[in-house]
Nanobody
Framework: QLQLEESGGGLVQPGGSLRLSCVHS?????????IGWFRQAPGKEREGVSC????????LYADSVKGRFTISRDKPKNMVYLQMNNLKPEDTGVYYC?????????????????WGRGTQVTVSS
């Protein structure tokens, strides 16, 4: 059974940084999948932030976070990270880690199959 757990959220001032972590279990080294980060603000639709595909580690970013966020992975540790710099109030939301069973890179949340419970990120002065 595939499981995901996020951590690292918190309260940060505008311009600050946070690093989110996602630990996953149940994926096989031979599997072809994508791990994505998503966020959802109150009253808004869930949106894709970034993803990394399992074979080559190539990445994809939403335009709103390009140049500020970096996704990375540590395959032996089953970890995926999201380094978030120069945070803005509009980055506030619950951040989710998710796995898409079909390989490739995509940020449409409806295409992802497995989800963590999320971690809250609040950017406020």
């Amino acid at each position: 059974q595939l499981q995901l757990e996020e951590s690292g959220g918190g309260l940060v001032q505008p311009g600050g940084s946070l690093r989110l972590s996602c630990v996953h279990s149940g994926l096989l080294p031979s599997d072809y999948y994508v791990i994505g980060w998503f966020r959802q603000a109150p009253g808004k639709e869930r949106e894709g932030v970034s993803c990394i595909e399992s074979r080559e580690g190539s990445t994809l970013y939403a335009d709103s976070v390009k140049g500020r966020f970096t996704i990375s992975r540590d395959k032996p540790k089953n970890m995926v990270y999201l380094q978030m710099n120069n945070l803005k109030p509009e980055d506030t939301g619950v951040y989710y880690c998710a796995v898409g069973d079909h390989g490739g890179k995509y940020l449409l949340w409806t295409l992802y199959d497995h989800w963590g419970r999320g971690t809250q990120v609040t950017v406020s002065s």
